[in-house]
T-cell receptor, first 115, second 113 residues
């Protein structure tokens, strides 16, 4: 099966600075890479995703990059705000047959943005 | 508007006393998932339903069962909860129409006393 590694496990930044979270995956068959934000006591919320036919995707202050050759993808948050503080999970989709849609998660990054 | 709803949000049960957690969805998605998430860990997939087809993960204990009586509802049954089953239980849904992007509910926090 797929193995997703995520770094760092914790990240502290000053408000207004950028934050970068990196993930690697093991299975070259993976073709969908979502990022989830999980606030305390809530379920994960999809914030951005990227598919293997795209190298970069942006949505306002958030961007994701994908390097298929290196099996590496990253989340970039610019102009961070205190409300960006949360746990961020990367994931990779490995789907064949009836298991289509199965996500493999990284271990999460606790992002803290200090005002 | 809530799309994936979980009830209750907090559940306390006694060691060994069966408990059922509920999930419903208004998205008409054909796939529903149950995840277990322990503190400071990633969600761990327990099983999923693809339409009516049940798919159990190999390492999911027999103590965990699931039912999906219709498209909208899915239940997680824990037959004899142990202290190690205390966790957040997350329900998610996806659809082939939306390339199986997963939408999560808010979770049910289970405490075992």
């Amino acid at each position: 099966g797929e193995n997703v590694e995520q770094h760092p496990s914790t990240l502290s930044v000053q408000e207004g600075d950028s934050a970068v979270i990196k993930c690697t995956y093991s299975d070259s068959a993976s073709n969908y890479f979502p990022w989830y934000k999980q606030e305390l006591g809530k379920g994960p919320q999809l914030i951005i995703d990227i598919r293997s036919n795209v190298g970069e995707k942006k949505d306002q202050r958030i961007a994701v990059t994908l390097n298929k050759t290196a099996k590496h993808f990253s989340l970039h948050i610019t102009e961070t705000q205190p409300e960006d503080s949360a746990v961020y999970f990367c994931a990779a989709k490995y789907g064949r047959g009836s298991t289509l849609g199965r996500l493999y998660f990284g271990r999460g990054t606790q992002l803290t943005v200090w005002p | 508007d809530a799309m994936v709803i979980q009830n209750p949000r907090y559940q306390v049960t006694q060691f060994g006393k069966p408990v059922t957690l509920s999930c419903s969805q208004t998205l008409n998605h054909n796939v529903m998932y149950w995840y277990q998430q322990k503190s400071s860990q990633a969600p761990k997939l327990l099983f999923h339903y693809y339409d009516k087809d049940f798919n159990n993960e190999a390492d999911t204990p027999d103590n965990f069962q699931s039912r999906r009586p219709n498209t909208s509802f899915c239940f997680l049954d824990i037959r004899s909860p142990g202290l190690g089953d205390a966790a957040m239980y997350l329900c998610a849904t996806s659809s082939v129409r939306e390339n199986h992007e997963q939408y999560f509910g808010p979770g049910t926090r289970l405490t075992v006393t």
